[in-house]
């Protein structure tokens, strides 16, 4: 089984959409936890940490279910500039170690 | 200010040559990381610095790969006697620390072909 798992898509979705991805992490004892954009052929940039209280900022909210190990992002409202992949990351417990899900592909028509 | 850099974009080599990958931080990150990132798949955790000093290299496949970080600034990745299952992007990263809760910025990577 893998560290973070998430559904590699591609979700298509119309403009103006509300879509929602989610992720299963492995490691219990993961502290930190991230969604990260990366376009094609581009590198990842940071989108939002997770919190335990989830958080939103603002079309995107995540939220984290520790129990489940589980954590989803939405997005409302989609915009063509969101078409994207949207990776899952989770830091190793204990480490400061990174671990990135494959990436689910976003694309977002007219 | 400057991103992370990182050069070259792009690496043809052969099967068997030896190739470097450098990475500039950005300045005042005591944290650089580097990560590969096969087609389809999200980045691997290859090796993370804390200043000069290796602090965790358990990602590196195997011992052909090495990096060094000598001044705790530039890093380098070399690999030796490549092998074409090591074409990939390469991507390097920095932070502010190595808390895991801060965020890395990535460099543009670079592509490595091996013929």
């Known amino acids: 089984r893998k560290e973070v798992e998430q559904d590699p898509g591609p979700f298509n979705v119309p403009e103006g959409a509300t879509v929602a991805f989610n992720c299963t992490y492995s490691n219990s004892a993961s502290q930190s936890f991230f969604w990260y954009r990366q376009d094609c052929r581009k590198e990842p940039k940071l989108l939002m940490s997770v919190y335990s209280s989830g958080n939103e900022d603002g079309r995107f909210t995540a939220q984290l279910n520790r129990a489940s190990q589980y954590i989803s992002l939405l997005i409302r409202d989609s915009k063509l500039s969101d078409s994207a992949t949207y990776l899952c990351v989770v830091n190793r417990g204990g480490t400061d170690k990174l671990i990135f899900g494959t990436g689910t592909r976003l694309q977002v028509f007219p | 200010g400057a991103g992370v850099s990182q050069t070259p974009s792009n690496k043809v080599t052969e099967k068997g040559k030896y190739v470097e990958l450098r990475c500039d931080p950005i300045s005042g990150h005591t944290a650089l990381y580097w990560y590969r990132q096969s087609l389809g798949q999200g980045p691997e955790f290859l090796i993370y610095?804390?200043?000069?000093?290796?602090?965790?290299d358990s990602g590196l496949p195997n011992d052909r790969f090495f990096a060094v970080r000598p001044e705790g600034s530039v890093s380098t990745l070399k690999i030796q006697r490549t092998e074409r299952g090591d074409s990939a992007v390469y991507l390097c990263?920095?932070?502010?620390?190595?808390?895991?809760?801060?965020?890395?910025?990535f460099g543009p990577g670079t592509r490595l072909t091996v013929l």
């Open positions: 990263a920095s932070s502010l620390g190595t808390s895991g809760r801060r965020e890395q910025f």
């Open positions: 610095f804390q200043g000069t000093g290796a602090a965790d």
